[in-house]
């Protein structure tokens, strides 16, 4: 566990499921600056809540240098994987210029980012996990701009951390977890892919390894431990495999019947096998994520109140 320390971190896209985890992981910790297009404020008056558009550099400029966070978790992004083949240009200005914009804003300020990125910078093609140094090779726009997103990180500051993780589910967004529990109480026919492989993993369980990060990394001042992370929850499945285990852990009954991904089409493309390998964050850091299971079981319980 970090220490409470007399620190600011920033956290853009707070009102977001990501974002929420984060607060909650460190509001007890930092002093948090959250930042978001509609930030929804909470009764906790140490929060300082902002309300801004990152692709509006003069107004991010005001909130840097007025607060000066010693540390931003950059978390917001337009994650609409179909949304984005329809919205190329968005993508590309929230997820690269607007991360463009928070690089050069930490550069000016010194402060060090953390940029939160995807599974979907690869293509699949690999047949098995994707450790850091693996060539990114994007099937979709939103994997594409993710990608210029990590790129104007590289490029701007020297102290970052680029996070990439996958399949996120978790409280305070839309997430594939309350879709299937949704349809599934509705007493809907559910058809879910087969063919896509990755590794669920919780808001939670990724706020607590970035808390890790921070204090290893950041709050030590290793220099040589910069760079990309993958983290996720341990273990992989596919869709249909997840979906599989959300009915058996919920109090939902349903029919759900696999699809190959050419029986499902969709507008952007995605990778067969996205499975990120966690081997360096468990060896610099010395911890690893519980499992997707597990990781479930507990989201369940907390939100949904009961299993099976």
């Not at 300020?109 to 939160?116: F, H, P």
């Not at 699949?124 to 990114?136: F, L, T, V």
């Not at 596919?238 to 029919?255: G, P, V």
């Not at 991904?261 to 990120?276: K, M, T, V």
């Amino acid at each position: 566990m970090v220490e409470r320390i007399e620190k600011k971190i920033l956290i853009t896209g707070a009102a977001g499921m990501l974002g929420k985890a984060l607060i909650s992981r460190f509001n007890d910790r930092f002093c948090v600056i959250a930042l978001d297009l509609n930030p929804v404020k909470e009764n906790n008056s140490s929060i300082v809540f902002c309300p801004a558009d990152i692709c509006n550099l003069d107004a991010l400029n005001g909130i840097f240098h007025k607060y000066r966070p010693e540390i931003v978790i950059h978390a917001a992004a337009y994650t609409d994987v179909d949304g984005c083949e329809n919205k190329t240009e968005l993508a590309y200005r929230i997820n690269g210029q607007g991360t463009q914009n928070i690089a050069c804003l930490c550069k000016q300020i010194k402060a060090k980012l953390i940029y939160t990125s995807t599974d979907y910078v690869f293509d699949g093609s690999k047949g098995g996990a994707y450790r850091e140094d693996d060539p990114p090779n994007p099937l979709n726009v939103y994997g594409r701009s993710k990608l210029e997103g990590e790129k104007a990180v590289a490029r701007t500051i020297a102290e970052y951390l680029i996070v990439r993780t996958s399949w996120l589910f978790g409280a305070g967004g839309k997430n594939f977890v309350d879709t299937i529990i949704d349809k599934a109480g509705k007493g809907e026919q559910l058809k879910v892919v087969n063919d896509q492989i990755g590794s669920p993993t919780h808001t939670e369980s990724l706020a607590q390894a970035i808390e890790k990060l921070i204090g290893h990394i950041f709050q030590k001042n290793k220099r040589n431990a910069y760079g990309i992370y993958h983290i996720t929850n341990s273990g992989t499945c596919s869709w249909f495999e997840f979906a599989r285990e959300i009915i058996d852990l919920s109090k939902t009954k349903a029919q759900i019947l696999p699809l190959s991904s050419a029986e499902f089409a969709r507008p952007a493309q995605r990778p067969a096998i996205s499975i990120l390998d966690n081997s360096r964050y468990n060896e610099i850091i010395g911890h690893s994520l519980c499992s997707w299971q597990e990781a479930l079981k507990q989201y369940i319980v907390k939100e949904k109140g009961s299993l099976r």
